[in-house]
């Protein structure tokens, strides 16, 4: 009895394998890490900042006065990587805070004027980067991917509740 291969999915012996040219999350993970570590290096060398204080001081540079909590929630790291970039930034003198006067326990943090100063700089090199990676689409395959990126940002907490069928083994026979 023949196997229903699926999407993402080829065949190997009788068995799935990932199709590497088909398989989604492969491609956002290539993608994100190749990005990542090029940005890192270009802002690093060039700004004084990683991809990760860059990434902060994008979410401040919109939203200012904010706490540490709602930078994790606005891009997506967790706490210590939000935490050492927050260290960094303000050794760097990039950021300063405030005690927020709504929870004692935590502070509001901004860009300083010399991070807003920098984040001016750094927005043009992201901002070629990313012309650069759509370069190849057309304007309607630009909006068209934004649609589907968004759609797939809502459906991630679906996707991460899943667990496999209790009962079932899923070690290797």
């Known amino acids: 009895m023949k196997k229903n291969i699926r999407r993402g999915a080829a065949s190997l012996d009788g068995r799935q394998i990932l199709d590497l040219e088909r398989h989604i999350p492969y491609f956002f993970t290539y993608i994100s890490n190749r ?13 004084g900042v990683g991809i990760t204080e860059w990434r902060v001081m994008g979410v401040l ?17 967790d706490k210590g990587a939000v935490s050492r970039s927050l260290d960094v930034l303000d050794k760097q003198g990039l950021t300063t805070s405030t005690p927020d006067p709504n929870d004692n326990r935590s502070r509001l943090i901004k860009l300083s004027r010399a991070g807003q100063a920098l ?27 934004i649609v589907c990126l968004r759609k797939m940002r809502a459906i ?18």
């Open 35 to 47: 990005l990542s570590r090029g940005a890192s290096d270009t802002y690093r060398t060039h700004f």
């Open 119 to 145: 984040h001016d700089k750094v927005i043009e090199a992201a901002l070629e980067r990313e012309e650069r990676l759509l370069s190849t689409l057309t304007p309607d395959e630009v909006e068209t991917l």
């Open 61 to 77: 540079a919109g939203l200012p006065n904010i706490s540490a909590n709602q930078i994790i929630n606005a891009i997506g790291l």
């Open 156 to 173: 991630v907490p679906h996707v991460n509740a899943f667990t496999p069928a209790r009962g079932k083994k899923l070690a290797a026979k």
